[in-house]
């Protein structure tokens, strides 16, 4: 969806905190609250579904629970319990298919934009500034292309599959994750505790993975969230625009897509609303546990008030 | 501050010309020949080499680049290899309709956000602030396609109100009558921009709220209201202001899905086209221009950003 | 026959729902005798109904209104969109050219001619000659006169071997063109060809005025001039009053581009335009009961086929392309997809919409047996077959997808890969080894075939080469006893049927949907939009 719309972070590290920045080493004990404890029960309900769902979906993706029927856009009913879709398929089978395949292809993209944007960051934060300068303008220059047209381009070029959707993605995304974390890196490194373990002679890489890591991990891991969901959103633009999985494939984005005729002229609207409601969930349940997990590693003043 | 302007558009220059580069080779990797593109499925190889001449393609790499590159700088963004049109006369007309749209939704999307999200910011906790956050995440987790829908079946199927699509000439109309033409991509951008800006002005003024300073405003025993309104917003406006840019920058490069749901011709499809057709010389052209808005939007953030915050302005 | 209708007791007894929907059934071409069936069926005299169809028909066939502007909207459009005829490759091309131009002889809907620019069309006893007398007094929108000149410089155009002209291979016999005087052009053929103004007509051929270049604008002959041309955006035309034929009723005519299906009947639903191509066919039952919206449904011989490459790895094995035409699913594709509006294919080009049909020829059915059996030999086994595939039409990926999901319950291992439209036909289309297309009717058996199946033809999808088929079509073309004839199209077809490899399930209609004040409609089955020939005739009628 949001092309650059979702590079929210500073461009120009000095001219902004980063709100999820610690006072201090974080204190690793926290308990969910409520709204976290939904959360997680969503996320997890999804994943279940996403590991079992080929194995216990009825019909597979490209199935037709109705062999000798030629009716599309059907209400739920014996056999088919969400109705049927666009192409007289079985839509809680596809919905099934497509948690794996959508939740899949995000998470790992995400996970390979963290790997990429978060060494660069990092490694960037504390090498020489001349390094550093270098990294940040080339980064600069992919973060002022929107990420839309980048893949567009890329995916055009090469023809869309499901690797291809993951490298593209991650690549594309770890652009901001790179930013994040250099930021991150920069500002931890000149906090006390990292200047007193400075002082104290330890060395550069004692610094990373004892001083600056542990405290950058948390805002970055609540950003992860976040991050998972523009990659959802990146997918399903990509599928409307005919670039994303390949059909008969299910995934939530594309689906949606193929199916938004049934609210024009189906017989029911689920064809529709059950993917955007997939996607709905699994995105709000995510946010729900970042929400709280960001609350609880910083930024407490602003409760107490 | 001078000096930091000065530094700020160096840098914003070196991005330039890092994407110029990125663009031109990137779009040299693509498969595909320009000549060939050019001339069509039936062109001799005769042909094929005198369009490769006169295109300057037998060039080396390196001549090639600065070529387009001092092009570029003179206005001159080259012919469409699709239709033989020079570029600027394709971008003319969408640059209006993308600058109308995005700079409406500016208008009206922005300023609504940021009050949602600072009402959030002086309440958090409460029932608006958690509502809000509700639905602000909610509109994060819809595909653009998906809100656009849900708008053209309530304004224009249920109430009878808008186009569902934006057709018709653009030319001799009067603000109001445009406005209403292209009433419904920019409700559907607002909410797309909404979302987002109400969950970072609320987090830039909590973070600011949370600063020592205002802790100590707060133990002076000053009401919140006149906190918020004296002392954190005026803190908060640099990283406000980035994200506004960066959703500007947004609105102008990466409408791909609106402007092909609602059918009217603006950059972004542009662009689309350019990929389709495998029109090199329209992407080129394209990638810089939006490369341009993003660097100057940027620098207008920074320069807003340095302008509000006194440390900044007088750094140690 | 000015039969009004109020004068009609049968049309006075109907309910208005009953008489909407004898009236769309008017409009879309019912004839009469299925029109008298059906009211017959409703308890209606013979006499009752043929008088109420009478007076339908001619109520429909009402006269022409000045004023007025038409907003039309065709799917694929973009920054190649043209004002060059010899470059046209879309509907919306096709379009374009009627509104600006005219061409020497007009089709009609029974893929016929009638003199259009060319006021009279003589040949010679062979066919080898053909005498065009150019009508006089018809003027360019700049107010210069048609002469010889213009008709000569457009007609080279399309020669040579260096022509860009997409339709070159059209008037590949033609040895050359010459002026005879400023009214007449001549034609001289290296061989016959009967069908030669019936090839003129076509999309390509519009007249444009001696030594144009630029096309960033353009000066035709049509019953429009161009007011504004702005490829992939729009295109608006007003009317030119000195046009020298009938039509030419609005005062602005525009035609608009809108890929995408759901955008496009949203708009189309919503009354933001009056008229658009390629009705998603599920759709069809919503128009048909929406206010003032009518469906323009045409019979063609346009079909959606996949081809594989007979010169390229794994598409060259018989086995698997003969595997493939028995894992069609051509019921589901008409019945389902097309919701009706299409018919059956039998693996090759032509159908009943053509003069030369062949219905010797035994349907090809889905058939898992056979298509194993075929599997089998091919000694494929679990290889993955790739398929690129792209919505040029409805139904092109809908085919690759059935024929996946039969393949699979078999053991073939199809790899559909789906790509985007408008690129569609630079980049993928002649150069994978199995893809999708779609292909309009063409005025003649002869023509279709020539295009796209003769061995040297630039458009030979399969690269199928027959010696025989190739003479055979060559020489039908001088052949006049009905019988040979009908019997060598026979050969012809089967021939494609059984060796080309080509998968063809299905033909399908054209099917747009027009608002009710939409007028004028042409039927000529070659195009959307009654064969692009509608923008001459086309009227508003609540003006």
Not at chain 3, 495 to 523: F, K, L, W
């Amino acid at each position: 969806m949001n092309s650059s719309n979702d590079h929210y972070v500073a461009p120009y590290d000095d001219a902004v905190s980063f709100d999820e920045l610690p006072d201090s080493a974080p204190s690793h004990k926290f308990r969910l609250s409520f709204t976290g404890w939904l959360g997680t029960i969503i996320v997890v309900f999804w994943t279940i579904v996403a590991v079992s769902g080929p194995f216990i979906a009825p019909f597979g993706e490209n199935e037709l629970p109705f062999p000798d029927a030629y009716s599309e856009f059907q209400a739920p009913q014996p056999g088919a319990w969400l109705g049927t879709d666009v192409s007289d398929r079985d839509i809680l089978s596809r919905i099934m298919y497509g948690a794996s395949r959508t939740m899949g292809i995000s998470f790992l993209a995400t996970v390979l934009a963290y790997m990429i944007g978060v060494v660069f960051g990092i490694g960037s934060a504390v090498s020489s500034p001349r390094v550093d300068m270098i990294l940040s303008r080339i980064n600069d220059a992919f973060l002022s292309l929107p990420t839309i047209m980048l893949g567009l381009v890329v995916v055009a070029a090469v023809g869309s599959s499901i690797p291809v959707l993951i490298l593209t993605a991650g690549v594309i995304y770890a652009s901001v994750i790179f930013r994040l974390s250099r930021s991150l890196g920069m500002e931890i490194k000149v906090m006390d505790f990292v200047e007193a373990a400075q002082a104290r002679g330890e060395g550069r890489w004692w610094i990373i993975t004892k001083e600056i890591w542990p405290n950058a991990a948390m805002p970055l891991l609540t950003d992860f969230g976040l991050r998972l969901i523009y990659v959802i959103l990146f997918i399903s633009s990509l599928s409307f625009l005919g670039l994303g999985v390949q059909p008969p494939q299910a995934d939530w984005g594309s689906m949606v897509r193929e199916n938004l005729g049934a609210l024009q002229y189906g017989t029911s609207i689920i064809p529709v609303i059950a993917p955007a409601l997939a996607i709905a969930t699994l995105t709000v349940g995510i946010n729900l546990i970042v929400d709280d997990v960001s609350a609880h590693s910083g930024g407490k003043l602003s409760n107490r008030l | 501050m001078f000096s930091l302007i000065l530094k700020r558009l160096g840098v914003g220059l070196i991005t330039v010309l890092a994407v110029s580069m990125i663009i031109f080779a990137g779009t040299k990797i693509l498969p595909g020949d320009a000549a060939q593109i050019r001339l069509g499925q039936q062109a001799t190889e005769a042909n094929v080499a005198a369009m490769r001449e006169r295109l300057g393609l037998d060039k080396p790499f390196i001549v090639q680049y600065a070529n387009w590159l001092t092009n570029f700088a003179k206005g001159d963004l080259g012919v469409s290899l699709s239709s033989d049109v020079p570029i600027t006369s394709l971008i003319g007309d969408r640059y209006k309709n993308t600058l109308f749209v995005s700079s409406l939704t500016a208008l009206i999307g922005v300023p609504i956000s940021l009050m949602l999200g600072i009402m959030a910011a002086m309440f958090p906790g409460s029932l608006y602030d958690r509502i809000l956050t509700f639905v602000s995440v909610s509109l994060v987790a819809a595909p653009e396609f998906f809100t656009a829908t849900l708008l053209v079946l309530l304004f224009v199927f249920a109430l009878g109100i808008g186009n569902a699509v934006v057709v018709g000439s653009t030319e001799n109309k009067g603000l109001f009558e445009l406005i209403a033409h292209f009433a419904l991509p920019i409700t559907t951008l607002c909410f797309v921009i909404a979302s987002q800006l109400i969950r970072m002005s609320r987090a830039a003024v909590l973070n600011v709220m949370s600063s020592p300073y205002i802790e100590m405003a707060v133990l002076k025993g000053i009401p919140r209201k006149r906190i918020i309104f004296r002392h954190a917003l005026l803190n908060a406006i640099g990283p406000i202001v980035n994200v506004v840019a960066l959703n500007l920058a947004y609105l102008v490069t990466g409408v791909i899905v609106v402007e092909v749901y609602f059918g009217y011709p603006g950059l972004a499809t542009l662009i689309v086209q350019g990929v389709q057709t495998r029109d090199f010389v329209l992407i080129q052209g394209l990638g810089m221009i939006f490369c341009l808005t993003y660097v100057v939007l940027m620098l207008i953030a920074d320069i807003a950003a340095y302008a509000s915050n006194p440390r900044l302005r007088h750094p140690k | 026959m000015t039969r009004r209708k109020d004068n009609d007791p049968t049309i006075n007894t109907l309910s208005a729902s009953d008489h909407d929907q004898l009236f769309k059934l008017v409009k879309r071409g019912v004839n009469r005798r299925d029109f008298m069936r059906y009211m017959m069926a409703a308890g209606a005299t013979a006499a009752a109904s043929g008088t109420l169809f009478g007076g339908m028909s001619s109520a429909w066939a009402a006269t022409p209104k000045m004023g007025g502007q038409l907003i039309m909207a065709s799917d694929q459009h973009g920054p190649n969109d043209t004002l060059d005829p010899a470059l046209f490759t879309s509907a919306i091309d096709y379009f374009r050219g009627r509104m600006f131009y005219g061409s020497l002889t007009r089709l009609t809907s029974d893929l016929g001619y009638e003199p259009e620019l060319a006021e009279e069309v003589i040949s010679n006893e062979d066919a080898t000659e053909w005498v065009f007398k150019i009508r006089k007094g018809v003027e360019f929108h700049d107010g210069k006169t048609l002469t010889a000149d213009d008709v000569l410089y457009t007609m080279n155009r399309h020669m040579g071997e260096n022509s860009v002209s997409k339709a070159a291979s059209l008037v590949s016999m033609i040895d050359k063109w010459e002026k005879v005087n400023d009214y007449e052009v001549v034609a001289k053929l290296s061989s016959p060809n009967a069908d030669l103004p019936i090839a003129l007509g076509t999309f390509h051929f519009k007249i444009i005025q001696d030594g144009q270049t630029d096309f960033t604008s353009t000066i035709g002959t049509g019953p429009y001039r161009v007011k504004e041309f702005k490829p992939g955006v729009r295109v608006v035309g007003t009317r030119f009053d000195n046009y020298w034929g009938e039509g030419g009723y609005l005062d602005e005519l525009v035609s608009y581009g809108i890929g995408d299906p759901v955008a496009r009947l949203n708009a189309f639903l919503a009354g933001d335009i009056d008229g658009m191509v390629n009705l998603p066919p599920k759709a069809i039952s919503q128009v048909e009961a929406a206010e003032g919206k009518e469906i323009w449904s045409l019979k063609s011989g346009a079909y959606i086929n996949i081809t594989p490459r007979l010169d390229m790895s794994v598409s060259n094995n018989v086995h698997m392309y003969k595997a493939m035409q028995y894992l069609m699913d051509r019921q589901r594709l008409v019945k389902g997809v097309y919701k009706g509006e299409g018919s059956l294919g039998n693996d090759q080009p032509i159908n009943s919409a053509y003069f030369d049909y062949c219905a010797d020829i035994p349907q090809r059915e889905l058939d898992p047996e056979k298509a194993k059996f075929h599997f089998e030999k091919s000694g494929l086994g679990s290889t993955a077959i790739p398929v690129v595939a792209a919505e040029v039409a409805p139904g092109a990926i809908d085919q690759c997808l059935f024929m996946q999901r039969e393949g699979k319950k078999i053991g073939m291992n199809f790899d559909v890969k789906t790509v985007t439209t408008d690129g569609y036909w630079g980049s993928v289309w002649l150069k994978e080894p199995i893809c999708v297309a779609s292909w309009n009717m063409r005025p003649t058996a002869n023509i279709m075939m020539t295009l796209a199946f003769k061995g040297d033809a630039a458009w030979n999808e399969t690269r199928w080469k027959n010696d025989k088929f190739d003479q055979t079509l060559v020489d039908v073309r001088g052949v006049t006893d009905p019988a040979k004839r009908s019997q060598m199209y026979c050969d012809l077809q089967t021939m494609i049927h059984e060796e080309n490899g080509m998968s063809i399930p299905c033909h399908r209609n054209y099917v747009d949907a027009v608002a009710s004040h939409v007028q004028g409609r042409t039927e000529v089955p070659l195009n959307n939009f009654g064969g692009a020939e509608s923008p001459v005739t086309l009227w508003r009628a609540d003006t």
